[in-house]
Nanobody, 123 residues
Framework: QVQLVESGGRLVQAGGSLRLSCAAS????????MGWFRQAPGKERELVAS????????YYADSVKGRFTISRDNAKNTVYLQMNSLKPEDAAVYYC????????????????WGQGTQVTVSS
């Protein structure tokens, strides 16, 4: 069992930056991969970025590559999503998720999910 607590979502102007945090607790030793997903109204949930815990290898969706950075803090069992040059199309509920097995960095199969945090981008 892994619990995820997200924070950092807020309203930001287009072109601005925002950092989301996701703190994991519980059986954190079981974490293989952590990912950030987002879902905008009327759209399917999409994988934004992921990081393999043991190696720090990362994956980014094409839509955010070069603008977003996923990182981890092992001591705090926390994953971050640094979002720069935000666009209105980045507005969504962002979810943190944990996979306890390696399914590939681009996999959308995860085992535990956070509650979501709202990111609003104004133009």
């Amino acid at each position: 069992q892994v619990q995820l607590v997200e924070s950092g979502g807020r309203l930001v102007q287009a072109g601005g930056s925002l950092r989301l945090s996701c703190a994991a607790s519980g059986r954190t030793g079981s974490i293989n991969t952590m990912g950030w997903f987002r879902q905008a109204p009327g759209k399917e949930r999409e994988l934004v970025a992921s990081i393999r815990w043991s190696t720090s290898s990362t994956y980014y969706a094409d839509s955010v590559k070069g603008r977003f950075t996923i990182s981890r803090d092992n001591a705090k069992n926390t994953v971050y999503l640094q979002m720069n040059s935000l666009k209105p199309e980045d507005a969504a509920v962002y979810y943190c998720a944990v996979s306890i097995r390696f399914r590939g960095l681009a996999s959308v199969q995860y085992d535990y999910w956070g509650q979501g945090t709202q990111v609003t981008v104004s133009s």
